[in-house]
């Protein structure tokens, strides 16, 4: 078993509305119309050249608020214990968020995005063109998800947002 450490540092900061964690939405989905900001160090600058010829980005970033880890988990779109790596909690043993989101424009170094499901001050880690000829897949098996409702999704999805 390897366990090397493993340091990642920040690339920047992602700034939003949203302060409070019980009421940020869950996933980008739920988050239509919540706009924010990623502010990219200026030492990276330079790596977001031709970003802007996407519609949509991966936003990596790091649980910095996340509660302690816990390998089963009640989600928030239902009452009943799954295992983490089935959910999408922050509670993990590696606290690393992953959101893809609309990109409106860039101007200099800071990004302005909708859909923004993360809390104000998040460290960004990363950042990944979404491109439908490499990500969108015929999905046929959704897990627990099948099983939840559009309407309890969206409900609980929203978060009191």
Same mark, same amino acid.
């Given at each position: ?14 700034? #939003?509305?949203?302060?409070? &964690?019980?009421?940020?939405?869950? +996933? ?9 900001? *990623?502010? *990219?160090?200026?030492?990276? +600058?330079?790596?977001?050249?031709? /970003?802007?010829?996407? #519609? %949509? ?20 779109? +239902?009452?009943? $214990?799954?295992?983490?790596? &089935?959910?999408? &909690?922050?509670?993990?043993?590696? #606290?690393? =968020? @992953?959101?893809?989101? $609309? ?7 800071? @990004? ?11 460290? @960004?880690?990363?950042? !990944?063109?979404?491109?439908? !000829?490499?990500? /969108? %897949?015929?999905?046929? !098996?959704?897990?627990? +998800?099948?099983? *939840?409702? %559009? ?5 609980? =999805?929203?978060?009191?947002?």
């Amino acid at each position: 078993m390897n366990n090397q450490q493993i340091v990642y540092r920040p690339i920047g900061i992602i700034h #939003s509305e949203h302060t409070i &964690a019980e009421k940020t939405p869950i +996933q980008p989905v739920y988050a239509r119309g919540c706009k924010g900001r *990623v502010e *990219v160090f200026e030492e990276f +600058q330079d790596g977001l050249c031709d /970003l802007d010829e996407f #519609s %949509h980005i991966y936003l990596i970033y790091h649980f910095n608020q996340a509660p302690p880890v816990k390998l089963k988990v009640k989600p928030f779109l +239902q009452d009943v $214990e799954r295992g983490i790596f &089935a959910v999408r &909690a922050p509670g993990r043993p590696n #606290s690393i =968020g @992953l959101s893809v989101v $609309e990109l409106i424009r860039i101007e200099g170094r800071i @990004l302005y995005v909708d859909g923004l499901d993360i809390l104000d001050g998040t460290p @960004l880690l990363d950042i !990944k063109p979404y491109t439908a !000829k490499f990500d /969108l %897949h015929n999905v046929k !098996k959704n897990g627990w +998800q099948d099983d *939840v409702d %559009h309407k309890t999704a969206e409900k609980r =999805g929203k978060r009191g947002y």
